[in-house]
């Protein structure tokens, strides 16, 4: 594929590499800082102020209290005049974990962590805005950075688009990144189209009709039409979606009974469904349906089905995932670095960012085994090992300048 965004001279390139390079141990202290005082998503409180306080101390302009603690930057450059607005996104929130790692900025709030590298994402947007208000002479255009609260749950990004963020001015572009410990130190995933997937979720109560473990034909019972319905929806994937598409339904709960000789009444079950294809939107739940329906239809059982969907597949905007493909190949300094077969049926409400403007979501590449620091995100042990936060900066940067060239 051919960049459609113009090549920097090498002079540019280690001019940004350099400066970026003396940021690092601001960049470790504000994410360690960050890393002490995880929140969970819309308490964002001392987070939010911490970045504001920074912001403010840079002159920057930016606006706070979006969709409770989210917070908006914007950075005019001043190389030559153009209304074009690139938005970079940033998340804030931690989990509800509480922290294994004995290290000197392990978490002081119980029970809470930045057990998924939020702490890293924000550190990298503050370090992104504190050099670009720096060097305001070399890009042109508006960047707006968007400080979110609540993506892992229950999702900042949708209130704050709901909010304005994208408008006023209207934003044209926008990236993002995560740090990945499923890639090592020194990698970047990224590729044009789908790269996460849109998660759904269901709750059923299958109502049949209690008694006896001897007396089967008094009853309808509850945990055989559940055990049929398990099997059934399996084949949804396996014979409903085109093979070609990826998609995912698992039962992961399913509690029935009391006693072995009791038949139960109801038996519940849990579900999450994943995919990729936004036009496979509204087909899962429609197939569900039918399959609990028909069983339980066979069976002389009821049901209660409650669907819901909470985050829509990250697709990547071909021409500005090729801008941060090219941008990262520069960074990590070999193409090998790049991995494109990075998809995941995790899910981002980065997504609903996505579905208003195009843009790029990509995995900056985190794990370092030979630090022990390699654990998987969400893991009570989770770290990363904190170089990636100067290439998170230098991506950015780069991106920012060859964007409005
Ligand atoms: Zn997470
Ligand atoms: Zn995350």
């Known amino acids: 594929m051919v960049s459609t965004f113009p090549n920097p001279s090498s002079v540019d390139l280690s001019r940004i590499r350099l400066a970026i390079r003396s940021l690092q141990p601001q960049l470790v202290e504000w994410r360690r800082r960050l890393h002490q005082q995880p929140e969970l998503g819309f308490q964002e409180k001392l987070t939010a102020e911490f970045v504001s306080q920074k912001l403010q101390e840079w002159g920057i302009e930016h606006k706070t209290g979006i969709a409770h603690t989210g917070i908006v930057a914007t950075i005019k450059g001043n190389k030559l005049p153009t209304n074009k607005v690139l938005a970079i996104r ?23 962590m930045h057990a998924c590298g939020h702490d890293g994402h924000t550190a990298i947007a503050l370090g992104t805005a504190y050099y670009l208000q720096q060097h305001r002479q070399d890009f042109s255009g508006t960047v707006k950075i968007i400080f979110q609260p609540a993506e892992e749950s229950p999702g900042g990004a949708k209130p704050m688009i709901e909010a304005g963020v994208l408008k006023n001015p209207d934003v044209d572009a926008i990236i ?12 970047v995933g990224v590729r044009a189209g789908a790269l ?18 001897a007396l089967p034909h008094q009853t309808v019972d509850s945990v055989v039409v559940a055990a049929q319905i398990v099997n059934a929806l399996q084949t949804i994937v396996a014979r409903n979606v085109n093979p070609i598409d990826s998609a995912v339904v ?55 089905l409650e669907y819901w969907s909470l985050y829509p597949p990250v697709i990547n905007d071909m021409r500005i995932a090729e801008l941060v493909r090219s941008v990262a190949e520069e960074v990590v300094e070999t193409s090998l670095g790049i991995v494109p077969e990075c998809q995941t049926m995790a899910a981002e409400d980065m997504s609903f ?18 630090k022990d620091l390699a654990y998987p995100h969400h893991h009570p042990r989770f770290d990363f090992d904190e170089t990636a936060l100067a290439m998170g900066v230098e991506i950015f940067i780069r991106c920012v300048e060859r964007y409005f060239l």
């Open 90 to 112: 940033a998340d804030m929130d931690a989990l509800p974990i509480q922290e294994l790692n004995e290290v000197p900025y392990k978490s002081q709030h119980e029970g809470v």
């Open 176 to 187: 993002g990144l995560h740090l990945w410990n499923n890639l090592p130190l020194g990698t």
């Open 196 to 213: 996460m997937a849109a998660v759904e979720c269901f709750n059923c109560t299958i109502l049949g009709k209690g008694g006896h473990g």
């Open 250 to 304: 698992t039962v992961g709960e399913l509690h029935a009974g009391t006693k072995r000789n009791v038949i139960a009444d109801t038996a519940r079950m849990s579900a999450t469904v994943r995919y990729f294809n936004p036009s496979l939107k509204g087909f899962f739940k429609e197939r569900v349906e039918q399959i609990i329906a028909g069983i339980c239809q066979s069976h002389g059982a009821n049901y209660d």
């Open 353 to 370: 960012f996505l579905e208003e403007v195009p843009g790029c979501y990509f995995f900056l590449g985190s794990a370092n085994p030979a």
